[in-house]
């Protein structure tokens, strides 16, 4: 199994300082993430400074919320792209970004972005994806509110400008998300039905669930990461620590090695262990010509004697010599003759 990659998401936890953005870069490389994670927008470029009622947040974590104002909260600046770019690439981190919109996908473009990403709510912006395909970079789709439909008419296109380098996320829009609502087996089914990559953006609490994602076939696990939860902000709440980001890690790269490859051992001289298998043993001193029974001729460990299926064949034979307890059965010892 090829090594997933796992993203650490900085999203808004940075609590609008750049030295936290920076700091999180090294926490991040430091936790085992192969890459970190920004967002490019502003509140103007991703919503509108309306106070109408559908402008606002209604339950969940960000309840009463206008979206502008939220937005405001969590962007991080344009002009700490460049240095939060930098950072990465002195430590051999990767950086990339989801943009909200064609100005923060040219703008990226001027950074050398390697990945894109796309959000989840962006899934149904078909003009968008198709924009930041056409940079032929690989596309990351988050599709936590989309159906079986969006997502298609997103790998549509993608393949329309020629990108087919497209991994789809799993992902359930909630913030924190239940267990109860992540229905993990759809990430394996989009991998058989849209013929693609597949991954998870994780939104529960802990790590449980990316690493059953990891088992199940994840190429891509991305969570949520912030320096101290002490920092606040919209996303911290469900963010995870280095300490917590560093044991899930740990624990992503165990699943791996566990998972292997597919091995079926054909020579049993080779397989560790093997001689304390059971096999058939002489149980009861035996004189030539006694009847084998299993009294006498037992099947049990270790494994040096003859194979068990051979107990029925021999049952009601003869034995063509004298045998001694604990002697190793084999089939020269029976008379053939009866």
């Known amino acids: 199994m090829s ?25 991040a490389k430091a936790a085992g993430a192969d890459a970190i994670k920004i967002q490019t927008y ?25 979206l502008y ?11 700490w792209h ?15 970004s989801t943009p909200f919109d064609q100005s923060a996908v040219d703008f990226l473009e001027e950074l050398g972005n390697p990945i894109y990403k ?19 970079k690989p596309m990351v789709i988050s599709t936590g509110i989309a159906t079986p439909d969006d997502i298609q008419l997103a790998l549509d296109a993608c393949k329309r400008v020629g990108n087919e380098d497209v991994t789809l996320l799993h992902c359930v829009s909630a913030y924190p998300a239940p267990m109860e609502l992540v229905n993990l087996r759809t990430m394996m ?27 199940l076939g994840a190429t891509m696990v991305e969570k949520h990461f912030i320096l101290d939860r002490a920092i606040g902000g919209p996303d911290a709440g469900f963010s995870m620590q280095q300490d917590e980001f560093a044991a899930m890690v740990q624990s992503i790269r165990n699943t791996e090695k566990a998972l292997g490859k597919v091995v079926y051992k054909t020579d049993p001289t080779s397989i560790a262990g093997r001689e304390y298998c059971r096999s058939l043993y002489v149980a009861e001193d035996m004189k030539a010509g006694d009847v084998i029974t299993e009294q006498n001729v037992r099947s049990v460990r270790p494994g040096y004697g003859l194979a068990p299926k051979y ?28």
């Open 3 to 27: 090594k997933t990659f796992v993203v650490a998401e900085l999203s808004a936890n940075h609590g609008h300082k750049l030295e936290n953005a920076l700091a999180s870069v090294h926490a």
């Open 42 to 66: 502003t509140a103007d470029t991703i919503t509108l400074d309306c106070h109408k009622d559908e402008f606002m947040v209604h339950g969940g974590l960000w309840d009463g919320e206008y």
């Open 69 to 79: 104002g939220l937005y405001q909260q969590a962007y991080t600046p344009w002009e």
């Open 82 to 96: 460049e240095a939060i770019y930098e950072e990465a690439r002195k430590i051999g981190l990767t950086c990339f």
């Open 118 to 136: 796309i959000a989840s709510f962006e899934i149904t912006d078909i003009p968008l994806i198709e924009y930041v395909a056409s940079k032929h």
């Open 189 to 215: 089914d989009m991998a058989e039905r849209y013929g693609v990559r597949v991954g998870l953006s994780d939104h529960t609490m802990g790590a449980d669930v990316a690493i059953a994602a990891v088992a």
């Open 311 to 338: 107990m029925p064949e021999i049952l009601g034979k003869r034995a063509n010599r004298d045998l001694a307890k604990g002697e190793r059965m084999s089939l020269d010892f029976i008379d053939d003759r009866l």
